[in-house]
């Protein structure tokens, strides 16, 4: 009964793991950002609708790129989720089988940061100063404010 619990506790620590995985990459994809602080890059994609029309087109390029390289990376991060979840549903279960599976995705996890991080640093280096700057203050800002939301219930 004990190892049944234990499985039970694994299997939804590592749903909520993998759900805000997938929440980080797809966010990440699809150029909408994420709630302030959590990823220092995640106002670049913000920062490319703000510049005048003829230097986005400078610009597309890096962006294309970085989308680019990262498609095999996020490949590679559904394969190894899907691995997660082959070990995870297998009888009998194999506890080893699951912390392997589980190190791949961390290891393709971190793949996808270093990546998203050399492509956020030559994105930044092609930047001038004043958008740099402009770039700062838009990572900085609360997440609601970047997306021009007001909140779901307004303050009584």
């Known amino acids: ?43 670049f994609p913000r920062l490319m609708s703000q510049l005048p029309d003829e230097r986005q087109e400078e610009l597309r390029p890096l962006m294309g790129s970085y989308f680019q390289t990262m498609r095999p990376t996020f490949r590679a991060m559904r394969a190894a989720q899907e691995e997660v979840f082959s070990a995870v549903k297998a009888d009998p279960y194999q506890s080893e ?8 995705f961390r290891e393709k996890l971190l793949e996808s940061q270093t990546s998203a991080h050399d492509a956020f640093i030559e994105f930044t ?22 997306h021009n939301r007001k909140p779901p219930h307004p303050p009584q």
């Open 97 to 104: 089988a699951t912390r392997i599976a589980l190190a791949t």
């Open 1 to 43: 009964m004990k190892n049944k619990w234990l499985v039970i506790a694994l299997v939804v620590s590592l749903s909520l793991n993998l759900v805000i995985a997938g929440f980080v990459i797809g966010r990440l994809g699809s150029g909408a950002g994420f709630p302030a602080r959590i990823d220092p890059i995640a106002g």
């Open 125 to 146: 280096s092609a930047l001038t100063t004043e958008e740099r700057h402009l770039l700062a203050k838009k990572m900085h800002q609360p997440w609601r404010s970047r």
